[in-house]
């Protein structure tokens, strides 16, 4: 449970910046490590299925504070539009994650070469050359 609590901060933009910080499906926190542990899998599959282990064991930590999540202890004062970010913020985390095409497509070319940076080409792609 949290001690200190933004006083408007609703439970709902709480739960989904929890949620989204897990990785829960669904949300923009989910697509990182979904294509780390796809593009791991291939080379080193006991790392991803252990990274993938982790990552099921955070999203139930997660699951679990949301459904125990208690009264403040302390409430402080917000800042003026906080909770307009929070909610714009939480607006943003939910359609990157339900479309992350949007970010995705534009990120496509550059995550391409930097793959070829940190994973150069074998014998077989040198000898194509």
């Given at each position: ?7 408007g ?66 409430v ?54």
């Amino acid at each position: 449970m949290l001690a200190s609590w933004p006083a408007g901060a609703s439970p709902w933009t709480r739960r989904v910046g929890l949620l989204a910080l897990a990785g829960a499906p669904g949300m923009v926190g989910f697509w990182g490590p979904t294509f780390a542990l796809t593009g791991a899998m291939p080379q080193r599959p006991a790392a991803a299925l252990l990274a993938l282990l982790g990552w099921a064991l955070g999203l139930i930590a997660a699951a679990r504070a949301v459904h125990a999540e208690g009264t403040p202890t302390v409430v402080t004062p917000d800042a003026p539009g906080a909770r307009d970010a929070r909610l714009a913020l939480a607006a943003v985390v939910l359609v990157l994650g339900l479309g992350p095409g949007l970010a995705t497509g534009a990120l496509e070319r550059w995550a391409l070469d930097l793959g070829s940076f940190v994973s150069p080409p074998g014998p077989a792609q040198v000898a194509q050359r």
